[in-house]
């Protein structure tokens, strides 16, 4: 569904963000990408939103080199402070964007308050984004980007300003919304045991340029669970390995080091 074939993004001042990416991710699939601050991972994400021209190399969506904002695309950052329109009502924002999908007026308003239902804000839809706490506003984002059922869903650093309940129900508000939708998800975050809960695949990104470091499958069982998945074997040892390759210690030179 997506391709990324040999990607480098250099900055108008000269500063390369990253080198040399390839990625390849399936129709459906979830991907985590995780890496240290600073190592390109919203240069990627904006590179495949179509929000920046990669200096090199090319976005294959669905067959076709992408040019310009995705047809099916919805993106998900993580100031929703910033993402809602303080002057629309919840239910507004969300269907605000299904004009560009020349829905009527009433089936902008359907779709709208089903998406609300879906992550459990069937009441809000008449508030103001203001009037909610920063998770419901997350959930409000999040449900907008239902509504448009895109095909492609970018979410950076989705739940990077919630608490930490909040933030687990909506990792699996995540998993549960795309069990449901034919959906293809990208997920930036610097939480390593995120990146591995939600993940099909987990893509460690290295600094200095951004490049592609591994590429880890994630072979856990569904549905996926706080506590319990949590505790399986392979989901500490894929921790530790994301870890571990996100310090930029490899397995080697751990070993080495004893
Ligand atoms: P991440 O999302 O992993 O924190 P970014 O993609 O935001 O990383 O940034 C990658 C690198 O590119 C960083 O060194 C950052 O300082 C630099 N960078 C980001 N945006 C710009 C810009 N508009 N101009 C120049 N450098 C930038």
Redesign the pocket.
């Known amino acids: 569904m997506l391709e990324i074939k040999d990607l480098t993004h250099t900055?108008?001042?000269g500063?390369v963000?990253v080198r040399d990416v390839n990625l390849t991710v399936a129709n459906g699939e979830l991907v985590s990408i995780v890496?240290p601050?600073?190592?390109?991972?919203?240069?990627l994400l904006r590179c495949i939103a179509g929000l920046i021209r990669p200096a090199e190399g090319q976005v294959i969506l669905d067959g076709r080199p992408a040019d310009g904002v995705p047809e099916g695309l919805a993106v998900v950052f993580q100031d929703y402070s910033r993402s809602l329109l303080p002057w629309l009502s919840v239910r507004d924002n969300v269907a605000l964007p299904l004009k560009r999908r020349g829905m009527s007026k009433a089936q902008r308003r359907e779709a709208a308050t089903e998406a609300l239902e879906s992550v459990g804000l069937a009441a809000a839809g008449g508030k103001y984004p203001w009037q909610l706490s920063g998770g419901m506003q997350q959930r409000v984002s999040i449900a907008r980007a239902l509504a448009y059922r895109p095909s492609l869903l970018l979410m950076d650093e989705p739940f990077g300003s919630v608490d930490a309940q909040t933030r687990e129900d909506l990792e699996d508000l995540t998993l549960q919304v795309r069990g449901g939708n034919d959906m293809t998800i990208l997920l930036v975050t610097h939480d390593i045991d995120e990146s591995v809960y939600v993940g099909d695949r987990v893509v460690v990104l290295g600094a200095s340029p951004?490049h592609v470091r591994a590429d880890l499958p994630v072979d856990l069982p569904g549905p996926r669970d706080q506590i319990s998945t949590r505790e399986l074997p392979e989901f500490v040892r894929l921790r530790a390995e994301v870890g571990r390759l996100v310090r930029g210690v490899t397995e080697t030179t751990a070993t080495a080091a004893k």
Do not use: L, V
């Open positions: 900055y108008a001042d500063h963000a890496g601050s600073g190592c390109g991972k919203s240069t951004g």
